[in-house]
């Protein structure tokens, strides 16, 4: 049996020999095994010179990676260098007397991603590759005419200044996968940048941003004085939207403001971000770190701040909490309100896209009550086209750096910057701080170059910092990334051995990769990108086997502490380790507390979960009703937010009803169908779908479902004119 297959960041290069069967034809037999021999010699010498390893060589052609055994920033430069190089030296073999007037070229393609790595044999070369990236590579190649080298722009980036390019257009690899931008190269650029790198991890020094610091600070001055507000920072990951709220913060701290900080995550309990509020508002350390809190003193505590909602804030603060966000919404604004009494309650909360129903109920209060003394700064990325603003938020859309930020930017990091590094720096990282950080970081490690903008050019960069720290170390930081973006101390000292105050954990600061939450005992990745970028190079059966300790360890303390069990964040886990019956029942009961909280776009998404779980599941009388039962809580919690993407849900429930005979089940599955239709527009389909569930529900005795279906077939009947 072969080693398992790694999952590995590679820049792959396919080089295949222009007309080869045309040149066979023109050989002798003898004299084309020659000229194989010595191409095959070629690609080897050429490929090991540039740091690269020659996978395979089958016939005429060649598969070579660059990151194997070691990702090296700058990999997919010495990929082109090496393509380059090798077209160069197969034309000098024209020149051989040995092969006269034989035209000899090459074609290659260059791209760079996440690949899976098996060691291979007599059959499979030395290497066997599969993935996506080894199938865009191939394309390129296949793209390429005689003597040209295609590269994916977004492996080639900044690399560009390096290279003289022109632009090939966009490839379509699968009519279902986005479109690859293509660069021909060339050759080698004219002019190449010369500068000095200073080597470190220095972050990026805050630079510009004076409209949008003098903004910020006015909603800060507002609140000191006794007024409030809130406002939302938008921009894509890396803009710097977090790195300018925390300027201002550490501001407000200095004159007299209290801060809060807190952020959403996807698969977290609704009222998350407001639950770490209150925490800090209250100087309470997270429950799940500090069990032992005594209730009596939260309660006291808590009389002597808001004697009218101590009861609400005490279940808000116990863990498996199911308060509405109507009912939380009053208790938290009156905590903020009776704080700020005291002092300016400044907050941030990180990642604001991913709240949920609750959390934004909770911030609508809030807006509508206004509030003396309090801002609260929101994060997150843009909304999608179409989509309305959150209530009257003050919205704030951070572009990138400047031409001049970027220079001011890169000189705090570099030293010093020459023009001609400046330019490649602005181009690669679109004014984008955290791309220009990595940018900067990989010139100070001895490569100049890398592309971002979504592109695989961050995942090479991060997969190269990782694999330069110590094997311990890294391994750490990889069971970090599959816990999540934010990881408890507890549960990594459970899964790797190492404490908080272990060198290997508080090296990571310094390594720019976790930090310390303030006010938890947690660490959080710098950027969601970074962790992502990490995750995705875990083997599927490891991760698989982490996901599986992990919910194992979260419900064995839940349990020692005589807790309800975390639901949201287990159904997460248990999905991740495709335990279907366990992910079936933890996002259930999680579909269940959202709902509860009124957090009806959670609730969606957990009994979504549930629902492909059970598929997962073989089929029995048990499961199908489950998936009746479920289907049904869906259509509720999607009762304000009907989709087209929920339709399925309720196709399948009405074949499942109809295979059992459950007409009970059968009427629901083809109310909520007809539900769905009608609020798409298509009163046609409406009442086909209502008719049916109205002789279903009739047929079962249902006669409050009857009197509701009646008067919603009289709705659309009128909206189609009947």
Known sequence: MRPPALRRYLTVLFSDLSASTSISGCLHHEYYSELMDEVGRLYERITESHGGTVAQISGDGLLALFGYPDVREGDARRAIAAALDLHREVEELERSPQWPG?????????????????????????????????????????????????????????????????????????????????????????????????????????????????????FVDRAREGGGGFLLVEGPPGIGKTRLAEETLRAAEAKGCRVHRAACEAAAEPLRPFLQLLRSLLALKDERSDPGLAAGERLDRLARCVPDHDRIISRLLLPGHQVPGSEAAPAIAGLLLAA????????????????????????????????????????????????????????????????????????????????FTLAGLCASSGGNPLFLEELCHSIAGGDRGGHLQGSPWLDLLVAARVDRLPPAQAELVRIAAVIGNIVPLWLLEALTGYGADAAAVTDLATQDLLFRVEGEDALRFKHGVVREAIYNAVGLYERRALHLRIAQALSERAAAAGNEEPCEALAYHYGAAEDAPATSHFAELAGDKAMAASALDRAQAHYRAALEALDRMPPSDEISYRWGRIAQRFGRAGVFDPARDQLPVFERAVEIAGRRGDRAALAWAQYWLGYIHYALGEPASAIADWSTAQHAAAAVGDDRLVVQIRGALGQAKAAACE
């Not at 394309?139 to 080639?156: F, K, P, R, Y």
């Not at 604001?352 to 309090?374: K, N, P, T, Y």
């Open 340 to 419: 700020a009494a005291r002092r300016p309650q400044i907050f941030l909360v990180d990642d604001w896209h991913l709240a949920d129903d609750a959390s934004r109920e909770v911030l609508g209060h809030l807006q509508r009550i206004g509030g003396a003394g309090i801002f609260g700064i929101l994060t997150a990325r843009p909304r999608p086209a179409g989509e309305s603003a959150i209530g009257d938020l003050e919205v704030l859309a951070l572009g990138p750096l400047s031409e001049g930020e970027v220079g001011e930017a890169a000189a705090g990091l570099l030293g010093s910057c020459d023009p």
């Open 102 to 218: 034989i035209r000899l070229r090459l074609h290659s393609g260059i791209h760079s991603g996440l690949v899976l790595l098996h060691e291979g044999d007599a059959v499979r070369g030395r290497f066997e590759v599969r993935g996506r990236a080894t199938n865009v590579a191939r394309h390129l190649c296949d793209l390429a005419q005689s003597g040209e080298v295609v590269v994916s722009a977004a492996t080639l980036g900044p690399e560009r200044r390096f290279f003289e390019t022109r632009d090939r257009g966009q490839l379509c690899v699968d009519r279902d996968e986005a479109t690859v931008a293509t660069l021909a190269v060339l050759g080698p650029a004219k002019v190449g940048p010369e500068g000095a790198a200073q080597r470190g991890h220095e972050p990026t020094r805050f630079v510009g941003r004076a409209a949008e610091t003098a903004l910020v600070q006015r």
